[in-house]
Protein backbone atom coordinates (compact mmCIF):
# COMPACT_ATOMS: atom_id res chain seq x y z
CA UNK A 1 0.00 0.00 0.00
CA UNK A 2 1.14 3.68 -0.70
CA UNK A 3 1.31 5.34 2.10
CA UNK A 4 3.07 8.78 1.13
CA UNK A 5 2.86 10.31 -2.25
CA UNK A 6 5.05 13.66 -3.80
CA UNK A 7 4.65 14.60 -7.23
CA UNK A 8 6.64 17.72 -8.70
CA UNK A 9 6.79 19.02 -5.00
CA UNK A 10 8.55 22.66 -4.96
CA UNK A 11 9.26 25.08 -1.89
CA UNK A 12 10.15 28.56 -2.75
CA UNK A 13 10.51 30.56 0.81
CA UNK A 14 9.31 34.07 1.01
CA UNK A 15 12.60 36.04 -0.07
CA UNK A 16 13.23 33.63 -2.47
CA UNK A 17 15.53 30.76 -1.50
CA UNK A 18 14.84 28.10 -3.53
CA UNK A 19 14.70 24.75 -1.30
CA UNK A 20 12.90 22.05 -3.01
CA UNK A 21 12.25 21.72 -6.73
CA UNK A 22 10.00 19.10 -8.67
CA UNK A 23 10.53 16.11 -6.47
CA UNK A 24 8.79 13.05 -7.19
CA UNK A 25 8.56 10.23 -5.23
CA UNK A 26 6.27 7.58 -3.40
CA UNK A 27 6.53 5.40 0.06
CA UNK A 28 5.24 1.96 1.00
CA UNK A 29 3.91 0.89 4.17
CA UNK A 30 6.28 -0.56 6.65
CA UNK A 31 9.21 1.55 4.72
CA UNK A 32 11.94 3.05 6.10
CA UNK A 33 12.59 5.56 3.69
CA UNK A 34 15.51 7.95 4.00
CA UNK A 35 16.05 11.70 2.63
CA UNK A 36 20.02 12.11 2.64
CA UNK A 37 21.52 15.11 1.35
CA UNK A 38 24.23 17.95 2.86
CA UNK A 39 22.86 20.45 5.41
CA UNK A 40 20.82 22.90 3.08
CA UNK A 41 20.01 20.34 0.65
CA UNK A 42 15.58 20.94 1.48
CA UNK A 43 15.15 17.65 3.96
CA UNK A 44 13.67 19.53 6.27
CA UNK A 45 11.59 21.36 4.49
CA UNK A 46 10.20 18.22 2.64
CA UNK A 47 9.53 16.50 6.11
CA UNK A 48 7.64 19.57 7.28
CA UNK A 49 5.73 20.22 4.04
CA UNK A 50 4.82 15.98 4.41
CA UNK A 51 3.79 16.50 8.20
CA UNK A 52 1.50 19.17 7.10
CA UNK A 53 3.46 21.91 9.20
CA UNK A 54 4.35 24.06 5.98
CA UNK A 55 2.72 24.34 2.76
CA UNK A 56 4.37 23.85 -0.83
CA UNK A 57 4.50 26.30 -3.76
CA UNK A 58 4.14 24.04 -6.46
CA UNK A 59 3.55 20.61 -7.10
CA UNK A 60 1.27 17.59 -5.06
CA UNK A 61 1.89 15.84 -1.66
CA UNK A 62 -0.24 13.27 0.13
CA UNK A 63 -0.27 10.99 3.03
CA UNK A 64 -2.45 7.51 3.60
CA UNK A 65 -4.18 9.10 0.34
CA UNK A 66 -5.21 12.53 1.98
CA UNK A 67 -3.41 15.30 -0.48
CA UNK A 68 -1.50 17.62 2.44
CA UNK A 69 -3.17 21.10 1.52
CA UNK A 70 -6.80 19.72 1.18
CA UNK A 71 -6.95 17.49 4.30
CA UNK A 72 -4.45 18.08 6.31
CA UNK A 73 -6.66 17.57 9.50
CA UNK A 74 -7.30 14.19 7.86
CA UNK A 75 -3.50 13.37 7.92
CA UNK A 76 -2.83 14.67 11.57
CA UNK A 77 -4.21 12.11 13.69
CA UNK A 78 -2.32 9.66 12.04
CA UNK A 79 1.02 10.46 11.93
CA UNK A 80 3.90 12.03 14.37
CA UNK A 81 6.67 14.15 14.14
CA UNK A 82 10.08 14.57 16.08
CA UNK A 83 11.13 17.66 14.65
CA UNK A 84 15.09 18.23 14.11
CA UNK A 85 16.80 18.28 17.84
CA UNK A 86 13.73 17.47 19.81
CA UNK A 87 15.13 17.36 24.04
CA UNK A 88 12.56 16.17 26.66
CA UNK A 89 11.92 18.57 29.62
CA UNK A 90 14.77 17.62 31.32
CA UNK A 91 13.25 17.49 35.25
CA UNK A 92 10.52 15.17 34.72
CA UNK A 93 10.71 11.56 34.34
CA UNK A 94 10.47 9.05 31.25
CA UNK A 95 7.65 7.68 32.85
CA UNK A 96 5.74 11.34 33.45
CA UNK A 97 6.78 12.17 29.82
CA UNK A 98 4.84 9.47 28.29
CA UNK A 99 2.41 9.33 30.79
CA UNK A 100 1.02 13.37 30.14
CA UNK A 101 1.11 12.64 26.58
CA UNK A 102 -1.20 10.12 26.87
CA UNK A 103 -3.34 12.52 28.87
CA UNK A 104 -2.87 15.50 26.82
CA UNK A 105 -4.03 13.76 23.89
CA UNK A 106 -7.46 12.53 25.82
CA UNK A 107 -6.79 9.29 26.80
CA UNK A 108 -8.24 8.46 30.50
CA UNK A 109 -5.66 7.87 33.50
CA UNK A 110 -6.03 3.97 33.52
CA UNK A 111 -5.48 4.62 29.58
CA UNK A 112 -2.72 6.03 29.68
CA UNK A 113 -0.92 4.18 32.53
CA UNK A 114 -1.27 1.15 30.27
CA UNK A 115 -0.29 2.37 26.83
CA UNK A 116 2.47 4.24 28.71
CA UNK A 117 4.30 0.75 30.29
CA UNK A 118 3.44 -0.99 27.30
CA UNK A 119 5.43 1.67 24.27
CA UNK A 120 8.34 2.21 27.30
CA UNK A 121 8.53 -1.72 27.38
CA UNK A 122 8.59 -1.80 23.73
CA UNK A 123 11.37 0.51 23.64
CA UNK A 124 13.68 -0.58 26.14
CA UNK A 125 12.22 2.02 28.37
CA UNK A 126 10.70 0.43 31.28
CA UNK A 127 13.54 -0.10 33.35
CA UNK A 128 14.39 3.50 33.18
CA UNK A 129 11.24 4.84 33.88
CA UNK A 130 12.03 6.93 37.30
CA UNK A 131 15.09 8.45 36.88
CA UNK A 132 15.38 12.44 35.73
CA UNK A 133 15.49 12.89 31.96
CA UNK A 134 18.61 14.78 32.64
CA UNK A 135 20.13 11.48 34.00
CA UNK A 136 19.95 9.54 31.12
CA UNK A 137 22.33 8.98 28.38
CA UNK A 138 21.84 10.45 24.70
CA UNK A 139 20.62 7.51 23.11
CA UNK A 140 18.28 7.03 25.81
CA UNK A 141 16.83 10.90 25.76
CA UNK A 142 15.72 10.30 21.68
CA UNK A 143 14.69 7.13 22.43
CA UNK A 144 11.89 9.18 25.01
CA UNK A 145 11.21 11.81 22.00
CA UNK A 146 10.68 8.57 19.68
CA UNK A 147 8.43 6.86 22.28
CA UNK A 148 6.61 10.23 23.13
CA UNK A 149 5.75 10.23 19.10
CA UNK A 150 4.66 6.60 18.80
CA UNK A 151 2.55 6.53 22.31
CA UNK A 152 -0.12 7.89 19.59
CA UNK A 153 0.32 4.98 17.45
CA UNK A 154 1.20 6.87 14.24
CA UNK A 155 0.47 4.85 10.94
CA UNK A 156 3.66 7.31 10.07
CA UNK A 157 6.29 8.87 11.52
CA UNK A 158 9.09 11.55 10.54
CA UNK A 159 11.72 12.03 12.11
CA UNK A 160 14.22 14.78 11.12
CA UNK A 161 18.35 14.11 11.84
CA UNK A 162 16.97 11.57 14.44
CA UNK A 163 20.56 10.52 15.64
CA UNK A 164 22.50 13.73 15.73
CA UNK A 165 24.92 14.09 18.11
CA UNK A 166 24.43 10.56 19.46
CA UNK A 167 27.48 8.17 19.99
CA UNK A 168 27.81 4.86 18.34
CA UNK A 169 25.64 2.90 20.57
CA UNK A 170 23.53 5.68 20.98
CA UNK A 171 22.88 5.39 17.24
CA UNK A 172 22.49 1.70 16.87
CA UNK A 173 19.94 1.44 19.53
CA UNK A 174 17.65 4.22 17.94
CA UNK A 175 18.28 2.21 14.67
CA UNK A 176 17.04 -1.16 15.74
CA UNK A 177 13.68 0.28 17.35
CA UNK A 178 13.19 2.20 13.95
CA UNK A 179 13.35 -1.03 12.34
CA UNK A 180 11.60 -3.06 15.15
CA UNK A 181 8.51 0.06 14.30
CA UNK A 182 8.29 -1.04 10.63
CA UNK A 183 8.30 -4.83 11.56
CA UNK A 184 4.72 -4.10 13.23
CA UNK A 185 3.48 -2.02 10.15
CA UNK A 186 4.55 1.54 10.52
CA UNK A 187 5.76 3.77 7.94
CA UNK A 188 9.06 5.56 8.59
CA UNK A 189 10.52 8.79 6.72
CA UNK A 190 13.73 9.93 7.98
CA UNK A 191 16.05 12.97 7.11
CA UNK A 192 20.15 12.09 7.84
CA UNK A 193 23.31 13.37 6.68
CA UNK A 194 24.85 10.31 8.09
CA UNK A 195 25.93 8.16 4.83
CA UNK A 196 26.26 4.59 7.67
CA UNK A 197 22.36 5.60 8.45
CA UNK A 198 20.96 5.84 5.29
CA UNK A 199 22.83 2.51 4.07
CA UNK A 200 21.80 0.58 7.03
CA UNK A 201 18.65 1.72 7.18
CA UNK A 202 17.30 2.46 3.74
CA UNK A 203 14.25 0.48 2.24
CA UNK A 204 14.50 3.20 -0.12
CA UNK A 205 16.79 6.57 -0.22
CA UNK A 206 16.55 9.63 -1.76
CA UNK A 207 19.15 12.21 -2.01
CA UNK A 208 19.18 15.68 -2.44
CA UNK A 209 21.22 18.08 -3.60
CA UNK A 210 20.17 22.06 -3.12
CA UNK A 211 16.60 20.69 -3.37
CA UNK A 212 16.99 18.82 -6.49
CA UNK A 213 16.93 14.83 -6.47
CA UNK A 214 19.49 13.78 -7.52
CA UNK A 215 19.09 9.88 -6.55
CA UNK A 216 16.14 7.86 -6.09
CA UNK A 217 16.18 4.13 -5.62
CA UNK A 218 17.80 1.68 -3.15
CA UNK A 219 21.08 1.64 -1.75
CA UNK A 220 22.25 -0.95 -3.74
CA UNK A 221 21.28 0.33 -6.80
CA UNK A 222 22.78 3.91 -5.79
CA UNK A 223 26.09 1.95 -5.69
CA UNK A 224 25.04 -0.13 -9.07
CA UNK A 225 24.28 2.87 -10.88
CA UNK A 226 27.30 4.52 -10.37
CA UNK A 227 29.29 1.49 -10.56
CA UNK A 228 31.42 1.72 -7.29
CA UNK A 229 33.01 -1.30 -6.82
CA UNK A 230 34.79 -2.96 -4.65
CA UNK A 231 37.94 -1.69 -3.66
CA UNK A 232 41.28 -3.87 -3.04
CA UNK A 233 44.52 -2.54 -0.55
CA UNK A 234 47.79 -4.05 -1.31
CA UNK A 235 50.25 -2.97 1.64
CA UNK A 236 53.67 -2.06 -0.17
CA UNK A 237 56.35 -4.74 -0.29
CA UNK A 238 58.88 -5.21 2.77
CA UNK A 239 61.75 -3.05 1.96
CA UNK A 240 60.76 -1.81 -1.67
CA UNK A 241 61.19 1.86 0.45
CA UNK A 242 57.46 2.36 -0.65
CA UNK A 243 55.16 3.27 2.40
CA UNK A 244 51.94 4.01 0.25
CA UNK A 245 49.18 0.90 -0.62
CA UNK A 246 48.48 0.32 -3.90
CA UNK A 247 44.22 1.25 -4.02
CA UNK A 248 42.78 -1.02 -6.93
CA UNK A 249 39.20 -1.41 -8.35
CA UNK A 250 39.10 -4.58 -9.86
CA UNK A 251 36.36 -5.13 -12.36
CA UNK A 252 36.30 -9.23 -13.08
CA UNK A 253 36.45 -12.28 -11.03
CA UNK A 254 40.04 -12.92 -13.28
CA UNK A 255 41.14 -9.34 -12.31
CA UNK A 256 40.50 -10.42 -8.35
CA UNK A 257 42.30 -13.67 -8.60
CA UNK A 258 45.58 -11.65 -10.52
CA UNK A 259 45.39 -9.43 -7.59
CA UNK A 260 45.22 -12.35 -5.03
CA UNK A 261 48.11 -14.56 -6.79
CA UNK A 262 50.37 -11.40 -7.00
CA UNK A 263 49.46 -10.52 -3.00
CA UNK A 264 50.55 -14.34 -1.94
CA UNK A 265 53.66 -14.34 -4.37
CA UNK A 266 54.93 -11.06 -3.41
CA UNK A 267 53.45 -11.71 0.14
CA UNK A 268 51.97 -8.02 0.48
CA UNK A 269 48.81 -8.24 2.86
CA UNK A 270 45.65 -7.66 0.69
CA UNK A 271 42.61 -6.26 2.07
CA UNK A 272 38.99 -6.18 0.12
CA UNK A 273 36.86 -3.10 0.86
CA UNK A 274 33.39 -3.21 0.04
CA UNK A 275 32.08 -0.78 -1.72
CA UNK A 276 30.17 1.81 0.21
CA UNK A 277 26.96 4.56 0.15
CA UNK A 278 30.04 7.33 0.52
CA UNK A 279 31.79 6.04 -2.62
CA UNK A 280 28.33 6.38 -4.21
CA UNK A 281 27.36 9.82 -2.60
CA UNK A 282 30.68 11.12 -4.02
CA UNK A 283 30.22 10.04 -7.43
CA UNK A 284 26.67 10.99 -7.10
CA UNK A 285 26.61 14.80 -6.15
CA UNK A 286 30.35 15.37 -6.88
CA UNK A 287 31.76 15.91 -3.47
CA UNK A 288 32.13 14.88 -0.78
CA UNK A 289 29.27 15.09 2.28
CA UNK A 290 31.32 16.76 4.74
CA UNK A 291 32.08 19.62 2.58
CA UNK A 292 28.96 21.92 3.77
CA UNK A 293 28.47 20.68 7.17
CA UNK A 294 30.98 22.50 9.37
N1 LIG B 1 12.02 29.49 7.03
C1 LIG B 1 12.90 29.66 6.04
N2 LIG B 1 12.96 30.82 5.36
C2 LIG B 1 13.84 30.99 4.34
N3 LIG B 1 14.72 30.05 3.94
C3 LIG B 1 14.72 28.87 4.58
C4 LIG B 1 13.81 28.61 5.68
N4 LIG B 1 14.03 27.35 6.12
C5 LIG B 1 15.03 26.85 5.36
N5 LIG B 1 15.45 27.77 4.43
C6 LIG B 1 16.47 27.55 3.39
O1 LIG B 1 16.03 26.50 2.55
C7 LIG B 1 17.12 25.64 2.21
C8 LIG B 1 16.81 24.22 2.68
O2 LIG B 1 16.78 24.19 4.10
P1 LIG B 1 16.40 22.90 4.93
O3 LIG B 1 15.17 22.32 4.35
O4 LIG B 1 16.40 23.27 6.36
O5 LIG B 1 17.64 21.94 4.59
P2 LIG B 1 18.23 20.67 5.40
O6 LIG B 1 17.21 20.21 6.37
O7 LIG B 1 18.55 19.69 4.31
O8 LIG B 1 19.48 21.13 6.08
C9 LIG B 1 18.35 26.25 2.85
O9 LIG B 1 18.96 27.06 1.89
C10 LIG B 1 17.79 27.07 3.98
O10 LIG B 1 18.64 28.16 4.28
MG1 LIG C 1 17.31 19.92 8.42
Not at 18 to 33: H, N
Not at 77 to 96: K, N, T
Amino acid sequence: MEVVRVEGLGKTYPGGTKALEDVSFSIDQGEIFCLLGRNGAGKTTLLRILATQLKPTVGRASVLGHDVLAEPQAIRPHIAVVPQEARPQMLLSPYDHILYFCLIRGQSRAQARERTQKVMEDLGLWEHRDKLASDLSGGLRQRLIIAMAMVADPEVLFLDEPTIGLDPLGRRSVWSMLRALTKKGATILLTTHYLDEAEVLADHLLIVDKGRTVFLGTVDEAKGDTGVGMRVIVEPAAGNGSTAPEILEPKSAEEILAIVERGLREKRKVTFKPASLEDAFIKIVGGSIEVENT
